[in-house]
């Protein structure tokens, strides 16, 4: 290896820390099992990208091929050699301490003076990636060899032991933190879905209630819905039938050229997920402009189905050739109202009933057109759109809660582990 690569992670040694090699600091160990067939055991493995450790399945001796099992060790890092280029390292919790994992990972407990939970967060750290990758061989990448004593002999700066128990204080905090605003994000997300289900096909009453009496419903070509809502596809919303985007192509942030909406970039929540610019000037792109209140459908790939409202929050924006522009008839329907039907079980249950007809995922400007949905009083439109985002923007602003924390989380580990910043330290 050479020295570049080694600087990464030792090119400073800060005062008080010094410099050894991985392998002065940990011990590997192993505890075989003698399996027996009417046993019953818990295979665990290791998600790449520090996933952490999960149980895989749980099985009997008898049905288990591969009979060279090892205990996991409580308080253990652990390796799975053959996915280590991709990050499939963990400390292994006391949930595990009964499971079993194959001879081709590796254990090591740290040695007197180093805290092994330090250990298994400087090896999330991406110069730890490079190491990890330089010690193995081999031509095809899933297939690489790891070579545990050539990375036991790699150098790595050490803090004292009672530093390398704060830094690890720390990110173990911001860790549960993200956690626990992901938690929070999921069960928003399901009560959204009951949320959106509810008001998409019930409504709010006068009282501003969703209706109950069965009385104040009526059956329809997509079921029961409240008797002052019609029926409409989208052709009968919109200014004219779904218009395809321009074929340019999509290159970097250039702020002379307009934002660019490609199929790629649009999510699950209606958002865009990044900040393409179209390679061609505004004025070339000024057929395929967005106006306030257009509805973009992702009409192939892996995105089919997702849609994008644009409000103008964005700046100007063309749409791509893979995109379609449904213009909505803001006298007819609401267009977030329209949106926030793109995003219910209805539709959801339509695009998949729409795929599962051909062989390619494509759902091409007619069938979109045709696409039916219920259109209540302008009122209640604009009733259900206030009650909505006030809910999803709270959703929202946890998922934008969780990218700060990861990006918080990021800086902290590489400021604590190279020793940038310091913690537990007199000045």
Known sequence: MSNQIFDLLTADVPRGWRQVSIGDVLREVSEPIEMRDAQLYKLVSIRRRNGGMFLRDQLYGRQILTKDLQRVIPESFVIARRQIIHGAS?????????????????????REDCDIRFFAWLACHPSMYTYFLNASHGIVIEKMNFDKDRWLSYPINLPPLHEQRRISEILDTIDEAIRSTE????????????????????????SGHPRENRKQFKRSRIGLIPRTWDLATLDEISHGRGRYGSQAAAIPFDPDLPRYVRITDITSDGSLRRDSRAGITESDAQPHMLEEGDLCFARTGATVGKTYLYS????????????????IDSSRANPAFVSLWTQGRFYAQWVAGILQQGAQPNINARSYGKHELPIPPRAEQDAIVHRANTFLN????????????????????????IGRVRVGVAE
């Open 90 to 110: 963990a400390l292994a919790a006391d949930e595990f301490s009964d499971a079993a994992v194959s001879s081709s990972y590796s254990l090591f407990l740290g």
């Open 312 to 327: 103008g929050q964005d700046g100007p924006c063309a749409f791509a050739g893979y995109v379609i522009r449904f213009a």
């Open 183 to 206: 938690r929070f994000a999921a069960k928003l997300e399901q009560i959204k879905q009951g949320l959106l289900h509810d008001l998409l096909t019930r409504g709010i009453d006068e």
């Open 394 to 417: 709270a959703a929202a602003a946890e998922k934008r809660k969780i990218v700060k924390l990861r990006h918080l989380k990021r800086g902290l580990m590489d400021d604590l582990l």
